[in-house]
């Protein structure tokens, strides 16, 4: 024990006190005699003694972690508690400043990578694979990866695999944690530039599973959708280089925007509850469908990043499009099959109304499909991000190596496509990393495929001009 004399104002009083042993029954236990402190305080002083025992003083410790971990919620992180003891840490976060991203230093960034699927129940995809810790390597100055690992109420994932778990805390299969604890212990520790955003693909509860089954018409889904999401965010807020959680790939529904818009301000909200500085990432329905991006879909409250696919044209990239080649003429339909107002400005084909289309895109003319046309398809995209001052990023495009007209047309369209982004400074991720075996590689966009003997061929045309443009990150 350590005893200290104090003054009459309950300040030190400068004067050592006396400790001697003494004998009283008290003190003794089975015939052992145990030495207590004896105070004998300076002559007119009161004094308070304040014991420090080291015994206390563990024992107070070991009791306060005992509540912590008793209090703290069931998905919080496990480094969240060893950065309690160890004083805690900022971490690192994006900047949002109107449409520009910025690294925590200030530096504007582009942010340039992949996306990557991680599940459940699929092989290949359970774990990150050698081929996933290839990206550090091969590109070393990636800045975002695209993790498509929160399979909640999926199509794919239905049964154990799923990660809606209606029973477990915060709805969210246990199993599905350890999954998301992997991917981002790698994503954020392992990749020298990277920032990562989580992902959930659910394409039941985002209106596949029909009416009334979505998180956007359904009540009940939606507390559980948000608070799933409030969990995740809780979870991984001490994390570095968390870019965001992207709450809906993609929202599949046909009703109003509104209903959309509401959903997603919600679960942002939740999101903000914990990991404020990071981006709640939302879009448009149907599909992050460019073309409907307006102000029925603003969230507002914390650091947004709004998405967009840009799979154009949509024939050609997925290796529909017959003889037409790019740069090239294209069917007027063919050509603009999501841009409904170029459809009825230049083919002629009214919305809605089915018995004339056919005829119509017979009678239209072929358009010419380059780098100009390329440009006018994200037309809606630049006007948005201009319009309301906000990031956009395109979450997916790429193009099949088997596309027609082989290499040289291929090679021309990654050209074109990521002059662009670079000259409009748009943030992308191309679809999609690795694909394994469950999957042809002739009919996917993947910068590696698994062989059917299992082995991995790598695509080496995106290899080359990726590697050319994801060097140049940080914008001057």
Known sequence: ?????????????????????????????????????????????????????????????????????????LHVSPTYLHDLLHGGHTPSRLRFEGTEIRLPSGAPLMLRGFNLMFKLGSRGMEHVERQDRQL????????????IMNHWDDDVTVGDSDCLDE????????????????????????????????????ALA??????????????????????????????YSVYDRIGGYE????????????????????????IWTHDPRAACVVGAARFYNRFHLNASYLITGGPVLYAANFFAPRSWVLGRSGNATYPGLFPCCEAFQKDWLAREATCGVVAGNAST???????????????????????TVLAFRARFGVPCWIDQWGVLESAAGGSESVEAYLHDVME???RQSLHWTLWIWRRTSDWNCQS?????????????????????????YITSHVRS
């Open 247 to 270: 709450v809906m790939s993609e929202p599949r529904t046909s009703v109003a925007a509104s209903l959309v818009q509401r959903a997603q301000q919600e679960v942002c909200e939740a």
């Open 357 to 379: 289309s056919a005829e119509a895109c017979a009678a239209a003319p072929n358009v010419m499909v380059n780098a100009s046309w390329l440009e006018d398809q994200l037309r």
């Open 420 to 422: 662009l982004f670079q």
């Open 206 to 235: 985002a209106g596949d599973g029909g009416a009334e089954a979505s998180v956007f018409e359904n009540s009940t889904l939606r507390a559980q959708w948000v608070s799933m999401w409030a969990a995740i965010s809780r979870r």
């Open 444 to 468: 996917g966009h993947a910068l590696m495929c698994q062989r059917a003997d299992g082995g991995y061929q790598v695509s080496e045309p995106l290899l080359y001009h990726l590697g050319e």
């Open 167 to 202: 029973f477990a805390p915060d709805f969210l299969n246990p199993a599905c944690v350890q999954l998301f604890d992997e991917v981002l212990n790698w994503s954020t520790r392992e990749l020298p530039q990277a920032w990562s955003i989580v992902t959930a693909r659910s």
């Open 1 to 73: 024990f350590f005893v200290k004399d104090m003054g009459r104002d309950g300040r030190d009083g400068g004067e050592e006190c006396e400790l001697q042993p003494i004998r009283d029954e008290a003190t003794t236990m089975g015939g052992a005699t145990t030495s207590r402190p004896h105070i004998q305080p300076a002559a007119g002083h009161q004094f308070e003694p304040l014991i420090h025992s080291p015994c206390v003083c563990v024992l107070v410790l070991v009791v306060s972690t005992l509540i912590l971990m008793v209090i703290m919620p």
């Open 136 to 147: 550090a390597s091969l590109f070393p100055h990636a800045t975002l990866v695209r993790l």
